[in-house]
């Protein structure tokens, strides 16, 4: 399987993979970017909850680019790496790839810096335990 972009995909597991379904397309036929940016989310909360050990919240998207589209049948897989801790907040990178399920290749889609804050079970922002 031939990958294309100047980087190849992240070492280990991806945090989230799942296949982009017609329902999550435009007309065109290209997957509408919010859904693209909510698997981001969703696999960044993973290292994200880990570390605050307990509830977060998503409460800045920085630097997201998308490089190219994804498309029904792709499969796509985010991977997602802790980059910075705080007192109360961790910022996550997270890395789109798609699979392109016809020509066989891996091509980066997306990219972005996700900050989550920890919460109580009120909705209130606490402190990171000690990591």
């Known amino acids: ?13 991806p945090a989230l993979k799942t296949v982009a379904m017609p329902g999550d397309a435009n007309p065109n036929g290209d997957i509408f970017g919010g859904w693209v940016m909510a698997q981001m ?10 570390r605050a050990q307990g509830r ?3 409460v800045a998207v920085e630097g997201m680019r998308f490089h190219k589209p994804v498309f029904v049948g792709d499969l796509v897989s985010c991977y ?4 910075k801790v ?18 066989q290749e891996r091509v980066k889609v997306t990219e972005g810096i996700f900050v989550y804050v920890a919460i109580d079970e ?9 990591g």
């Open 1 to 13: 399987m031939s990958e294309t972009g100047d980087t190849p995909p992240p070492d280990g597991e």
């Open 41 to 50: 989310d969703l696999a960044g909360a993973v290292p994200a909850v880990r």
């Open 56 to 58: 977060v919240a998503t």
């Open 80 to 83: 997602a790496e802790l980059i």
């Open 86 to 103: 705080g007192r109360t907040s961790v910022s996550v990178r997270v890395e789109t790839w798609a699979e392109r399920r016809i020509v």
């Open 122 to 130: 009120t909705g209130s922002k606490r402190f990171l335990p000690d």
